[in-house]
């Protein structure tokens, strides 16, 4: 299994921004900060997406900052609007900051900060780089139980199938962009508010051809704080997948020449 330790290469070159939405994740943020700064990242800035977390998330983002070098961006949306939306907003301020390179993560430590290096370096020859539990060294926390296991691997497998997608975990929020790939993505077209945003944005880089690289990650359980996943947002990942397979097998019928009234 790949540990983070691993990999010590020098990141890619450039201002990095990392993204990371919350709620209610106070009792994980110093160690995430803490854990981030001291990869010496040169030009790194944090961008915290808040969303009203009743637990002072932001607030205590806020004060942090001075721990960060001062570089940490808050962003606060007042009510919990979803994961998605999230996201759209914090790669809207990455870009806009001039970042050369973005980085997505929880904020829960389940993805450890020390992967981000290899992933950045990744980049030199890649525009996406994907933490993936499901490629070879990859995997998931050892406690969670059969249940656990299998709603996330079918889960995927599920999402995996109905949107066509290549890569093989398509439900990762642990990425690396390149600034110049993540602005050609359509932020507009994105409709999940749940982690099937994650599939969205898989889905989205594959049709734009952008060349995706899976670096494998142990993913770590949550030992603070209350997941939001649930099984409904598979379904939602599920659902709004679907018009691309009915889109997909549509222009496979017109190249073999098979219109929908002969099947
Ligand atoms: N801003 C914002 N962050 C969210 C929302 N829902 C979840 N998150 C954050 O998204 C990340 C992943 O959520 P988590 O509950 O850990 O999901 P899990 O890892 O799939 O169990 C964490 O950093 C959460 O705090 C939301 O509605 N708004
Ligand atoms: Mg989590």
Redesign the pocket.
Do not use: W
């Given at each position: 299994m790949a540990h983070p330790s691993q990999h010590g290469s020098a990141p890619a070159a450039g201002p990095v921004a990392v993204v990371?939405?919350?709620?209610?994740?106070a009792e994980?943020l110093p160690e995430l900060f803490a854990r981030l700064s001291s990869l010496g990242i040169p030009e790194v800035r944090l961008i915290v997406?808040?969303?009203g977390?009743p637990d002072g998330?932001a607030e205590l983002a806020t004060s942090l900052d001075s721990e960060f070098a001062g570089r940490v961006e808050v962003v606060q949306?007042g009510s919990?609007?979803?994961?998605g939306?999230?996201y759209v907003e914090g790669f809207g301020r990455a870009l806009a900051s001039g970042a050369s390179h973005v980085v997505q993560?929880?904020?829960?430590l389940?993805h450890s900060p020390e992967y981000i290096p290899a992933m950045l370096n990744a980049l030199r020859d890649a525009d996406v780089v994907v933490g993936s539990r499901y490629t070879k060294g990859g995997g998931v926390d050892e406690s969670w139980g059969l249940s656990r296991r299998l709603l996330s691997s079918l889960g995927n497998l599920g999402i995996r199938f109905v949107g066509g997608l290549a890569v093989r975990d398509a439900t990762s929020?642990f990425k690396a962009f390149r600034a110049s790939a993540l602005s050609r993505l359509d932020m507009s077209e994105f409709l999940c508010?749940?982690?099937g945003f994650q599939a969205e944005v898989a889905h989205s880089c594959q049709r734009l051809g952008l060349r995706v690289v899976e670096e494998p990650i142990l993913f770590v359980d949550?030992t603070k704080?209350?997941?939001?996943?649930s099984g409904l947002?598979v379904v939602e990942a599920i659902w709004r997948l679907l018009p691309y397979r009915f889109k997909r097998s549509q222009s496979r019928r017109r190249l073999s020449g098979v219109s929908a009234d002969d099947e």
């Open positions: 990371v939405p919350t709620y209610n994740e994980n997406v808040d969303d977390s998330t949306r919990k609007q979803g994961l939306t999230a993560m929880d904020a829960d389940s929020g508010a749940g982690f949550r704080g209350r997941s939001k996943m947002i």
